[in-house]
């Protein structure tokens, strides 16, 4: 499992602010504990960056890779500022995002900084309805960067992940998705933006839903995910490191009937997280209490 970590973003107010003041040290002590913490790959996350974008990312580049060799993720929706921060950077890095739409402006950067790419399944509708949308979108998308010569093994095709709160249904279809995505392109690499599922749910929660999920989403084949770096249980799963936890989430995707008064209080939760996950149990605030 690659891990790519999210929390150099300009949603945080603290790096907002030292992005806008061009501090280095926070940004450089973020990054080495998101380091130290086991992550393979730094998203850096500037937004829209609509004025000064490119001198924004290309400084971010820069800091970042003074403090580490860990290649990035470059994660903004403005292409100039994409291109900036190619520029500086040293090594293979990380396209984040291209959805359809940008194919055209998107692949030639692809192409001209021997970069990767995320494969964003953002329709022409807006979000893709289920798992075979999400298929046909991502066949046209992979058949457009390979004509260009952009090989499967630097895509890495993200279904979109929505928040529990909102639609469990989206959910289920990107582990569908998931189990669809070898057959389709033999190679593709894959992420989602774990940290999305628990959205709108209360902060210490959180980390129930994006540890769950990402053990779904691994049986499937994930390969890599964005995720919180500062979660060491997040960190231990992608590794290999919870084999009971994963055995025992594996038996309630199967519909097992577990008896939870038999289980430790950690596996009582992961039951009643997943549960949560694949629809059985409505979600609420409270999914841990009933
Ligand atoms: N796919 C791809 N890229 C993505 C996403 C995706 N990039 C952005 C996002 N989704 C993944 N990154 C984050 C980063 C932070 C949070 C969620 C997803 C987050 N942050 C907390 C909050 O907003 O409440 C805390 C912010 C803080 O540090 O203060 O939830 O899906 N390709």
């Not at 907002?16 to 998101?34: C, F, H, M, W, Y």
């Amino acid at each position: 499992m690659i891990l790519i970590g999210e929390n150099l973003n300009i949603m945080s107010q603290n790096i907002s602010s030292a992005l806008k003041g061009r501090e280095p040290k926070p940004i450089q002590d973020l990054v080495k504990a998101e380091v130290a913490a086991g992550v393979d790959l730094i998203d850096i996350n500037i937004g829209p960056a609509r004025k000064g974008g490119d001198e924004l990312m290309a400084w971010a580049v820069k800091t970042v890779q003074a403090v580490t060799d860990k290649p990035l993720s470059l994660d903004t929706t403005n292409l100039v500022a994409m291109e900036a921060g190619l520029k500086m950077h040293q090594g293979k890095a990380l396209i984040n995002s291209i959805s359809p739409a940008r194919l055209a402006v998107g692949l030639p950067l692809v192409k001209n900084y021997k970069a990767a790419m995320i494969g964003l399944l953002w329709g022409e509708e807006g979000m893709p309805r289920d798992a075979n949308e999400r298929g046909m979108i991502a066949a046209e998308l992979i058949y457009k960067a390979n004509e260009v010569g952009v090989a499967n093994e630097d895509i890495w095709i993200d279904p979109i992940a929505g928040p529990v709160s909102v639609d469990v249904s989206q959910l289920n279809a990107c582990l569908e998705f998931m189990s669809m995505l070898g057959e389709l392109a033999p190679g593709c690499k894959s992420t989602v933006g774990l940290s999305n599922v628990s959205n709108g749910t209360p902060t210490h929660l959180r980390p129930h839903l994006n540890r769950a999920y990402l053990i779904m989403l691994m049986r499937y084949g994930l390969t890599s995910a964005i995720v919180d770096a500062f979660d060491p249980e997040l960190i231990l799963i992608a590794r290999g490191q919870k084999p009971g936890i994963v055995d025992l989430v594996y038996r309630v995707m199967d519909g097992e009937k577990l008896d939870l008064s038999a289980l430790s209080e950690e596996e009582v939760a992961y039951v009643k997280t997943v549960r949560v996950l694949i629809g059985e149990t409505v979600y609420s605030h409270s999914w841990l209490e009933i």
